[in-house]
């Protein structure tokens, strides 16, 4: 009996960690504000960038805030949110989680699969540093992650060929492969991206859905 009893207290410190991510409440947006960090405005704006990002890309960004990591790394919590929120379009692995947790002082940028090649470890770290971590340095969590969420929006939507009329006024950052990734898009296949659309891909307040997150890439900051 006692070797049972610590097989299973063993097993619900196991669980403690992980359940402390299961239940968060996006209340049909992109956003959990679990931590309540973020300021009405704000919210609203980081929103509308994030849904305007997904009708035009079918990409996706979920931002997280939580009160305490429960002692799960900051890496892992966040592979976890994108996996089990299946935040991305199904086979393309084209999301982003950007996971704050101010009381422990830690955020991540966390990048799927399908957007390495367009946000990579140095430009996620370049997001970190020079976007977010200098507000959160100064407690202003809310102005950092619109700041993060606003230049991540940007990159992805220059790698789809496109822009968005929703971010705020960071400076335009073009690359090769922007063309190139929009230059696999084939004439024919425009309908089909336009159907997608009309049929519910970018319906607010919704990921892509279809799982099989990836991540593992991306930027750790701390302040």
């Known amino acids: ?3 049972l009893f610590y097989i299973l207290m063993l097993m619900i410190l196991t669980i403690i960690p ?18 309540k ?21 079918t990409a996706d960004i979920a931002v997280v805030t939580v009160k305490s990591l429960q002692g799960q790394s900051i890496e892992n919590a966040a592979v976890e949110i994108g996996r089990k929120y299946k935040v991305g379009a199904k086979g393309s692995n ?12 830690k955020a991540r940028i966390e990048v799927g699969m399908g957007l390495e090649s367009e946000i990579t470890n140095d430009k996620a770290d370049t997001i970190m540093h020079s976007d977010m971590l200098p507000y959160f340095s100064k407690g202003d ?6 700041r993060g969420v606003s230049s991540t929006a940007t990159l992805i939507a220059q790698s789809y060929g496109t822009t968005l009329t929703t971010t705020a006024n ?7 492969s922007s063309e190139k990734k929009n230059e696999k898009i084939p004439f024919w296949a ?23 997150f990836s991540g593992g890439k991306g930027s750790t900051g701390s302040w």
Do not use: C, H
């Open 170 to 176: 960071t400076p335009a950052r073009t690359t090769p």
């Open 94 to 105: 084209n999301g982003v989680v950007i996971l704050v947790a101010p009381n422990e002082r």
């Open 141 to 146: 969590y809310s102005k950092g992650i619109y």
């Open 37 to 57: 960090v973020i300021t009405e405005s704000d919210y609203e704006q980081i929103n509308n960038i994030i849904d305007e990002l997904q009708k035009k890309t």
């Open 1 to 3: 009996m006692k070797r």
């Open 190 to 212: 425009w309908p089909l991206v336009i159907i997608a659309g009309i049929l519910g891909i970018g319906k607010k307040g919704k990921f892509g859905g279809g799982g099989g």
């Open 18 to 35: 992980v359940s402390a991510l299961e239940n968060l409440d996006f209340k049909a947006k992109f956003i959990s504000d679990n931590a």
